[in-house]
């Protein structure tokens, strides 16, 4: 079974960067899918970014230009660089995976078995 783990989270001021790492372990699906979910207070959950075992990426649209998703595989960790953040991404941050290609992974938090802890990155105008 995959464990995941985020790091990183933290309190910045609106504008400000910070990248956050999400560590795999145990099983790692050969070819598979990981992404960057949050949650904001009070909202659904909602994709961030995801990335293709071959290093495609894909966005959400609140995001496109800002985050930034990228992998190191022999320390089975993804990052997420995040900068020019705003208010709004104020949010609890998770990693999943799966298996396969990512498709609509993004639009379909709810197929997520479970979720971590996550970690929580507070943005302040």
């Known amino acids: 079974q995959v464990q995941l783990v985020e790091s990183g989270g933290g309190s910045v001021q609106s504008g400000g960067s910070l990248r956050l790492s999400c560590a795999s372990s145990?099983?790692?699906?050969?070819?598979?899918?990981m992404a960057w979910f949050r949650r904001s207070p009070g909202k659904e959950r909602e994709g961030v970014a995801a990335?293709?075992?071959?290093?495609?990426?894909t966005y959400g649209e609140s995001v496109k230009g800002r985050f930034t998703i990228s992998q190191e595989r022999g320390k089975n960790t993804m990052y997420l660089e995040m900068s020019r953040l705003e208010p709004e991404d104020t949010a609890t941050y998770y990693c999943a995976a799966k298996p396969g290609l990512c498709g609509l992974y993004l639009q379909q938090p709810s197929v997520v078995p479970s979720w971590g802890q996550g970690t929580t990155v507070t943005v302040s105008s």
């Open positions: 145990g099983y790692v699906y050969s070819g598979r899918c």
């Open positions: 990335i293709e075992h071959d290093d495609g990426t």
